[in-house]
């Protein structure tokens, strides 16, 4: 009898190890080489506008604060005198103030046009960090082939980048098959109001577009260093977000008498509740894709487990948990980002107050996320709020779209041996608010392992502006073909 169990227990694994081998070695091929093009030179004046742009200090202040308008109405004097034929020939209408709509009518009016979007508006250098900058925050500085500057590479190099393709292609006498919109916002960073409007705009004039690119993905060469070739991040889907408020209200007093509990007691505990689990992960088709992409590239134990998610799926879940970008691939991240409090260091505060800023994956829900915020803090003391009005977004585009398809070509010929995969975008950008109007909208820029975003030294490498000028080339040479 035992003998037989044993039989029974060799035979199953024998089965189970044979399946996961011929998966593996099924799994097994060199990933698709296409041909680039050598990336042409740069006009000249290309890294001096870079220059001067990063120079214009369009800094958005969020909570409402007010912009210094003089240096937006400043930026869109530069484009108009630097690039004189888009002015002469596209259209244009102002929304929200400060964004614009270009409109470069295209030979074919009647079919679906084509939609580039970025922004001009960067976020500020936080006080503490400016004496860490190795140069000038604002000076656009041009240091080892490298372009130094708040915006340089969020989002002042995918503008400039359009801006220079479409001069340059206006010099050629170029019209482009459809017609192409140049979406460019003034208050991405904070609250989206330019492209809001643009999105009604369309609305109201049915337009639909095939295509809406915005930034989004990069390159990378850093994160899939296995594979020994670069690997182009194209985002199909983005994360939502949603800030909620945490208060606390609890009678203070003099710090000489405290209380057992306070208002700060309970909402650092809260906080502290709130941070020790994560929500369940899941698995968006989307990074199934990319895993299945870039697994046949992967050292064989790697392959093993992609090959095999029926059985390795959760070390596939601990070995992208261990880093905090895959992390934020297969959950909604929560993370408090203000904490406000007291007054006076002698007075217990009677108000505490946090900001959690949440990322929520696709499928998820705002509520879903408030339920498990309330129950991982567990103090109905604590009391939690929505900061805004949830966002209504639609998805952004499938793999197989027209538009992933056109972006996937078009970053074969500017970056030799990629590898382009679908991806899920972790930040959020303006074109979620366009993206219900357009078959597919795909969030990507083609810069590699930009540096700085958000933070000390943003940068972008003067090879990477090449590259980006030819991809919006390519991309609007190839509409409508
Ligand atoms: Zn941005």
């Known amino acids: 009898m035992i003998r037989k169990i044993l039989l029974s227990i060799l035979l199953i694994v024998l089965v189970v190890t044979g399946i996961v081998i011929f998966n593996t070695l099924r799994f097994s091929k060199e990933i698709t080489r296409k041909p680039a093009s050598d990336l042409p030179n740069l006009p000249d004046s290309a890294i001096s506008h870079m220059q001067q742009a990063i120079r214009i200090k369009t800094i958005g202040l969020g909570n409402g604060e007010p912009v210094d308008t003089a240096q937006y109405l400043a930026f869109w004097q530069f484009v108009e005198k630097n690039y004189p034929l888009l002015h002469q020939s596209l259209t244009h209408q102002t929304f929200n103030g400060l964004s614009r709509l270009y409109k470069w009518e295209g030979k074919h009016p009647e079919q679906k046009p084509y939609v580039l979007m ?75 109001k330019g492209a809001q409007a643009i999105a009604k705009y369309m609305e109201d004039n049915k337009i639909h577009p095939e295509v809406i690119l915005d930034e989004g993905g990069e390159i990378t060469t850093e994160n899939f260093t296995e594979l020994k070739r670069p690997v182009a991040l194209i985002a199909v889907a983005e994360k939502g977000y949603m800030s909620f408020n945490l208060t606390v209200e609890l009678h203070g007093g003099h710090s000489s008498t405290p209380a057992p509990e306070t208002a700060i007691d309970i909402l650092a505990k809260g906080l502290v509740h709130l941070r020790e689990k994560q929500m369940p992960y899941q698995f968006q088709p989307v990074i199934k894709e990319l895993l299945n992409r870039v697994g046949p590239g992967m050292p064989f134990s790697e392959r093993m487990a992609i090959a095999n998610p029926w059985l390795f799926e959760k070390s596939l879940v601990s070995g992208l948990e261990k880093d905090h970008s895959s992390n934020a691939l297969i959950h909604t991240t929560i993370v408090p980002t203000i904490v406000q409090t007291g007054i006076k260091d002698n007075v217990i505060p009677s108000l505490a107050t946090a900001v959690v800023n949440t990322r929520i994956l696709p499928g998820t829900t705002v509520e879903e996320v408030e339920a498990f915020m309330n129950k991982q803090i567990n103090d109905p003391r604590v009391k939690i709020t929505k900061n805004s009005p949830p966002d209504r977004v639609g998805p952004a585009a499938s793999y197989e779209s027209v538009a992933y398809k056109k972006v996937e070509d078009a970053t074969y010929k500017v970056m030799k041996d990629v590898i382009p995969v679908p991806f899920l975008s972790v930040g959020a950008t303006d074109s979620k608010y366009l993206q219900h109007l357009a078959d597919g909208t795909i969030k990507f820029t083609p810069s590699v392992d930009a540096k700085g975003f958000h933070g000390i030294d943003e940068r972008i490498g003067v090879s990477d502006l090449k590259r980006l000028i030819f991809f919006y080339q390519i991309i609007i040479q190839d509409a409508g073909k």
């Open 118 to 192: 970025a922004h001009y508006d960067v976020v500020p250098v936080e006080a503490s960090t400016e004496n860490l900058w190795t140069v000038p925050a604002y000076g656009g500085v041009l240091k080892n082939d490298t372009i130094y500057g708040r915006g340089a590479a969020d989002d002042k190099v995918s503008l400039i980048s359009i801006l220079e393709a479409v001069e340059k292609l206006l010099s050629q006498q170029f019209q482009p098959e459809r017609t192409i919109y140049l979406s460019f916002g003034n208050d991405e960073e904070t609250i989206g």
